[in-house]
Each structure stands twice: as C-alpha cells, then as structure tokens.
C-alpha cells in the first residue's frame, strides 16, 4: 500500500522544495471550465430554441439533463477508460468529441437530433470531469493538491454561471446555433491549449501499475456516496429557488432570477475556503461537520413562514456548503485511495455519484413539494445530510487512523 499524505501537508527534510506547475494547472482547470459552459449554454437560450424547433418544456429539460445522466449511468467504467488510455489524452479527445457534438446540434432539426448531439456531447464532458481532476492530482505537489482540487471542485458553478450570464445577451444577439458554435470554438481553443502545456508523460499512455479492485475501493466508495447524497438535497434548493421565492415570497421572475445567481455563487466561495482552511490545518472532520449547518437552514428555508431575506440567507448556507463539501470530497479523495495512480478510477466514481444526485435531486423535490407543500421536503433534507456527514466522518476517521499507522 502506497503511505498517503496529509491534505496540503509537505514533507520535512525534502530538498529541494519543487513548485507546482500552477499555469498548466490553470488551463486544465479552465477547459473543465469551458466544459461546464457547455453543460449549461442551454440554459439561457432555451426559449428561442424550444420556439423555433417546436419543442416541449419537457423536451428541452431532458436535453439540458442529458449530460448528467450520461455520468449517473457510466461515470465509474469512464474512470477505468480514462486509467487505460491516459487522463491527457482522454482529455484531449474529449474536448474534441464535446466540439464535433456541438457543431453537429447547430444543424438539428429536430429533437431526436439534438439528444443525439447532447448524449455524445455528455460523454465527453463526463470523461472531462474524470481526467481534469486525475491530473491536476498527478501535476501537484503534496503540499498543493488539496488547495488545487479545491480551486478545481467550483468548475462547474463557475462554468454554468458564466454561461448563463453570457448566453442570455449573446444568445439573443445572434441566436442559439451561433451561440452554441462559439462554446464550440471556446472548447477546440482549451483543447489546442491542454495538448500544448501538458507534458509528454502526461498526454499520452496508460497509467502503469495494478488496476483496483473492490476492495481498494471501499473507502472511496464511502466517500463518493456520502458526496452523492449530499448533492441529491443541497442542489436542489439552488435550483427550485426561483419557485420557492415566486411562491411564497411574491418574488417577480427577473428578482427571483437575480438572487438565485449570486446565491449559487456562495457555492464558489465554499469551495475556495476549503482550500485555504486546508492550507491553514483545519481539522478534516470539522469540515465534514460543517455540513449540519444545513439541517436549520432548510427549516428555516422551507419549514417556516419568515421574510425573503431569512430564506435567502438560509439558502445561501446551503449553496456555501454545497460548494465546500464538494471540495471537501475532491481534497479527500487522494488520501482514500490505496495508490494515487488510482486516481482516475476515484474521479470516476465522484462523477457517477455527483451525477447521480444531481440527476434525482431536482424531480425529487419537485414530486415531494408538489404534492405536500414544500415543507415536506425538510425531513427528506435532514436525513439525507445526517446520513452524509455521518459518512464523511467515518472517511476522515479512517484517514486519521492511516496517518497515524504510516507515521508509527
């Protein structure tokens, strides 16, 4: 078994001290970035395209959540075709897939066509999510990879939010296919990029040494599904909050809207203060208990009548500890895994679970606060992040107990 670090640690006596390659770090960050675009420039255009194409409310949700449901379903097996042909070069050929896909949908047609496009075009993206952490890992030094899996755990609302501030003007400047081909020109310029700052060891071949088995994936397992669950009854909230606050709260759409947006950005802020709190010593285990911070923040959200700004508060703690806790899993998963090149397999399983969530999350609340109000959902969101903590916990003790036995 290959001893596992601390979490932003750096080893005494090591001379002499090397620098994390910071800039190819960022450009892989940002074509994860430029990905998530990708994954949410439907968003802000989907009005003119549903007009134009005839399509339904229901068929314009199942091409944004196509993406999704591509990682729900095959996120761990992506994780082993990345380990088998290399995390660069899956990269690489992801980035290029999610760029023909897109130029394919600017020519449909129709909405068989168009969920043609997307499925493919998730299937990039879930390889993407796979390979970008598995090498800003293998690219870090020690003392790093927690603050840079950190910085890479806010890609996505950082991505969406981007291009749903983008997409609504460009959208209706130039319409919805030539918005959609300038994601695509954005993602074949990341994917020129990653090919040109990766080095040779890491764009090309196989990663060398056992492939791992069940039993070496226990613990991220434990990991991974305390993440799903999390996900499953934090993003929700961010995402039907523009219901919520139209419905109790008398909120207008663009108010609603504007709120929501800079709630989710707290999301960011979360996961950006893991890694710094990491960097500074902050115990795992009370990272992994700030998550109960969400239990009296869904009362107060849903299970009380207070004002518009109580909820809004409340609703930004959820969104803080969505994005905190989503770090915390990426920080953490290095220090379950048995040998770091495990790495990709590790990043599969925090894809097909994030997925996962994110998948049944939204449909979840929405049956459950349709048909009994949406205070019903409260006991659904204590138990959800009980059981997510209490898993989280477990984690951090079994990396406490690893820590101790290498360094006996």
Request: glycine share 12%; aromatic share 6%; net charge positive.
């Amino acid at each position: 078994m290959t001893p596992q670090p601390t979490v932003g640690g750096s080893e005494r006596g090591a001379a002499p001290v090397r620098r994390s390659p910071w800039l190819t770090i960022l450009v892989v960050y940002l074509a994860g970035v430029v990905a998530a675009m990708s994954y949410g420039k439907f968003s802000s255009v989907g009005p003119s395209m549903a007009d134009q194409l005839g399509l339904s409310l229901s068929q314009l949700g199942w091409l944004i959540s196509a993406v999704v449901g591509v990682g729900a379903v095959a996120g761990l097996p992506a994780g082993y075709l990345v380990r088998r042909s290399g995390s660069g070069r899956a990269l690489v050929a992801a980035l290029v897939l999610m760029v023909v896909a897109s130029a394919v949908s600017t020519a449909a047609g129709s909405f068989a066509w168009l969920l043609a496009a997307r499925v493919a075009e998730g299937a990039g993206y879930l390889v993407v999510s796979i390979a970008c952490p598995a090498l800003i890992l293998h690219l870090a030094e020690e003392r790093d990879r927690g603050l840079a899996l950190s910085i890479w755990a806010t890609f996505v609302p950082v991505g969406i939010g981007v291009s749903t501030l983008a997409g609504g003007a460009v959208g209706e400047a130039l319409g919805w296919r030539r918005w959609v081909l300038l994601i695509a020109g954005l993602t074949l310029l990341m994917a020129l990029a990653v090919r040109a700052r990766l080095p040779r060891s890491s764009a090309s071949g196989a990663v060398a040494g056992p492939v791992p088995g069940a039993r070496a994936l226990v613990w991220p397992a434990l990991l991974t599904a305390s993440f799903c669950l999390m996900v499953l009854v934090t993003m929700p909230v961010v995402v039907l909050l523009p219901t919520l606050l139209a419905d109790r709260h008398a909120s207008s759409a663009g108010a609603a809207g504007a709120l929501t947006s800079a709630i989710a950005f707290a999301g960011v802020l979360g996961g950006l203060a893991v890694g710094v709190l990491l960097r500074r010593g902050a115990p795992l285990a009370a990272l992994a208990a700030s998550g109960l911070l969400v239990v009296p923040a869904a009362w107060l959200i849903y299970g009380t009548d207070g004002s518009l700004a109580v909820a809004a508060v409340a609703a930004g703690v959820v969104s803080l500890e969505n994005g905190l806790l989503g770090a915390f899993g990426f920080a953490v998963l290095p220090l379950v895994l048995e040998r770091l090149d495990h790495a990709d397999v590790g990043t599969g399983m925090v894809a097909q679970m994030g997925s996962l969530g994110a998948l049944l999350g939204p449909p979840l609340f929405g049956l459950v606060a349709g048909a009994s109000g949406f205070a019903a959902v409260v006991p659904i969101i204590v138990a959800g992040m009980l059981a997510s903590v209490a898993g989280m916990l477990l984690v951090t003790r079994h990396v406490a107990r690893r820590a101790r036995t290498v360094g006996a």
